[in-house]
């Protein structure tokens, strides 16, 4: 016999691996906390199993979502690209990922950048979250393309939300300011403020936090 449980977990530890290296930065990472993300700069740990599962249900869902949106069914829109990567490079930085989708509105003519998110409970989705927003500038910025939504997936019964986006200017400026930050912090070996516990709608992470115990001691 065999344990499945186990091969998932061996099968995802395998391809899950990854080296940061500074100077090299990721538009998922910077609407976090940004001691957070030093610390996995200077102290990389192996991702835990469980949360190594929520990733890979996360590309399941984002599957399904291409599937629906290539589907003979849905004539209304037509998936343009999906999957692909995009760079955005300053004289300090490179700031590199992954683009979800893009589709064509056929009856507006309108090209839009669709960023997909899984959930576990669609009830409680309010509103596009800050990270998955700041996400989506920077895709917008580097496709050139200021039509974006968030697309958030339930996992449980493929329920979905959507929340048109409006590209800023300004607020890509903002985002682009906070990866300067993040490269001289990470530089100069400079331990950045606990912004989470300081942030009402950040303090949330630091339930789940790997590097908890290093940040209640300001270890740097």
Request: proline share 2%; hydrophobic share 35%.
């Amino acid at each position: 016999m065999f344990d499945f449980n186990d091969m998932v977990t061996n099968h995802l530890r395998r391809v899950s691996s990854h080296t940061k290296s500074i100077g090299r930065y990721y538009p998922s990472e910077i609407g976090g906390c940004i001691r957070k993300v030093w610390y996995g700069y200077f102290y990389p740990k192996e991702i835990q199993p469980e949360l190594l599962k929520i990733f890979e249900m996360g590309n399941i869902m984002h599957d399904f979502v291409v599937n629906v949106l290539e589907s003979e069914k849905n004539k209304d829109v037509q998936l343009l690209q999906s999957e692909f990567p995009l760079k955005i490079e300053t004289d300090d930085f490179v700031i590199s990922g992954r683009v979800d989708d893009l589709v064509l509105v056929k009856a507006s003519g309108k090209t839009i950048v669709v960023e997909v998110k899984s959930t576990k409970g669609i009830d409680y989705v309010r509103e596009a979250s800050e990270s998955h927003v700041m996400q989506l500038q920077l895709y917008m910025h580097a496709t050139g393309i200021h039509n974006g939504i968030v697309l958030y997936v339930d996992k449980g019964n493929l329920q979905s939300k959507q929340f048109e986006i409006e590209y800023s200017k300004e607020e890509v400026d903002e985002i682009m300011k906070r990866f300067g930050q993040l490269h001289q912090l990470l530089t100069s070996k400079l331990l950045p403020i606990d912004e989470a516990k300081k942030n009402q709608k950040k303090n949330w992470l630091c339930r789940f936090c790997e590097y908890s115990e290093k940040c209640e001691k300001n270890e740097a």
